[in-house]
């Protein structure tokens, strides 16, 4: 069964600080997304990472991916305000007729002035 | 622009109630997923669906059925809605095999049962 962890659960930085979220995952996958939420508000997807080695960048946001040690990273640097946010990552699960995907519990995000 | 739309943003029903929840996308997705969200616990897999008529449970589906007449509409059914109910309901759809860009996921129905 494919669990999908994520560390820290809660993080509060301060502005201009760089910090890192962990996503381990269980089982084999070649595919984890990262989304962000806002506060009652839907998910919506960050980044997409598809095989191993792969690295994104958006803005002050960088997500990596290896597949070997079955761990992404979502990096934050010189973090600001409005990264405020719950980040989720999710693995892609093949088990079953069409496959799923399997969520982290979030890390909730809290940068301060 | 993809879109992914529920019926309700917020409802409030009685314990004992059917109640549907609506989700439908424009995109031709064959995928649809239905998730409950609470806190400290993420996103749930309700049911999910590949194709018209079809359906598998995911992780939570006690307490719910869901309905897939048309590919661009999923519905979600509490049979008799009981206060454990009470949560945030995500309505998702993505290309087959999740797809290259993953799952779009809908604004969100907050429901509370009383």
């Known amino acids: 069964e494919l669990k999908v962890e994520q560390n820290p659960l809660f993080l509060s930085m301060q502005e201009g600080k760089n910090y890192t979220i962990y996503c381990n995952y269980s089982?084999?996958?070649?595919?984890l997304y990262w989304y962000r939420q806002d506060p009652g508000k839907s998910l919506e997807s960050l980044f997409v990472?598809?095989?191993?080695?792969a690295v994104k960048q958006e803005g002050r946001l960088m997500a990596s991916l290896d597949t070997k040690a079955r761990l992404s990273t979502l990096h934050i640097t010189a973090a600001v305000h409005d990264l405020s946010a719950t980040y989720f990552c999710a693995v892609a699960n093949y088990g079953g007729s069409q496959g799923n995907l399997i969520f982290g519990k979030g890390t909730k995000l809290s940068v301060k002035p | 622009d993809v879109k992914v739309t529920q019926s309700s943003r917020y409802l409030v029903k009685r314990t004992g109630e059917k109640v549907f929840l609506e989700c439908v996308q424009d995109?031709?997705?064959?995928?649809m997923f239905w998730y409950r969200q609470d806190p400290g616990l993420g996103l749930r897999l309700i049911y999910f669906?590949?194709?018209?008529?079809?359906?598998e449970k995911g992780d939570i589906p006690e307490g719910y059925s869901v309905s897939r007449e048309k590919k661009e509409r999923f519905s979600l059914i509490l049979e008799s809605a009981s206060t454990n109910q009470t949560s945030m309901y995500l309505c998702a759809s993505s290309l087959p095999g999740q797809g290259f860009y993953g799952q779009y996921f809908g604004p969100g129905t907050r429901l509370t049962v009383t």
């Open positions: 995109m031709d997705h064959e995928n």
């Open positions: 089982t084999t996958s070649d595919r």
């Open positions: 990472l598809l095989s191993n080695g």
């Open positions: 669906s590949y194709d018209v008529k079809m359906k």
